[in-house]
């Protein structure tokens, strides 16, 4: 059965093939396939999307992609994939191409390509808080801070810590607020809203929170081997289960 409930949702994966800190990482190999394999994986068995378009201006990326079964009917232009290009104005870009070729959607969910650890009930969970809000407020996946941001430092050339707010390391963990965190993995958008030119994002959203665990957005070669250690963890974790 769909999840969609008639709202007409487009998935884009923005994939750019010119990544600096770690070197064609939405297609490198994690755990024996291609990273981006993953988001597209979810994609699809969450049955929540109309269409599922890879962004890239990339034609390896592409033909990964389409390696994988999935098409790519257009490349995003190169002054839209360089590194100070934001995601609104691909998103923009991709939405109205799809309006140029007749194909009109009520929302739009980012998905990163380097989210391996996302769920089907992640995106599920994700699309129906968007649809509780009326298709109005954009929701983000977010996860807790594993320590309070109070208790923050940060670290000076010479390895010499300065406290973030010197005094709150007197305030109990638990006399604290809570903060959460973006955790690159997806985020819901109202179709109209990114349409909008003034629309920057950032603000007002609605959250979808996912356990520390498996909130790593994978952005150099640190985060990518903590990464492949919890998915195989897990995997582990979950075989395991199944044994007792």
């Not at 923009?92 to 990163?112: K, P, S, T």
Request: with cysteine; net charge negative; proline share 6%.
């Amino acid at each position: 059965m769909s999840n969609k409930k008639n709202l007409s949702v487009l998935a884009i994966i923005p994939a750019r093939g010119g990544s600096k800190r770690l070197a064609n990482k939405n297609i490198r190999d994690f755990c024996g396939r291609p990273m981006i394999s993953y988001s597209l994986e979810a994609a699809g068995a969450s049955r929540a999307f109309d269409e599922i378009h890879v962004s890239t201006e990339s034609e390896a990326i592409r033909d990964i992609v389409m390696g994988l079964g999935y098409t790519v009917p257009f490349l995003r232009p190169a002054e839209l994939a360089d590194d100070h290009t934001p995601l609104i104005p691909v998103l923009r870009w991709v939405l109205q191409e799809y309006g140029r070729r007749g194909r009109i959607f009520d929302a739009v969910c980012l998905m990163m390509p380097c989210a391996p650890l996302l769920t089907v009930e992640d995106i599920i969970g994700g699309l129906e808080i968007l649809k509780n809000g009326r298709n109005e407020t954009p929701v983000l996946s977010v996860a807790p801070y594993p320590a309070p941001v109070e208790w923050a430092y940060s670290r000076g050339e010479n390895g010499v810590l300065s406290a973030r707010e010197p005094g709150m390391f007197a305030v109990r963990s638990q006399d604290l607020g809570k903060f959460y965190y973006d955790t690159g993995g997806f985020a819901f958008f109202p179709a109209a809203k990114l349409l909008d030119e003034a629309y920057v994002g950032g603000t007002d959203m609605l959250s979808v929170v996912l356990p520390s665990f498996r909130a790593i957005d994978i952005d150099d070669a640190d985060d990518f081997e903590r990464a492949e250690i919890m998915y195989l963890g897990l995997q582990e974790f979950e075989n395991r289960k199944n044994r007792i």
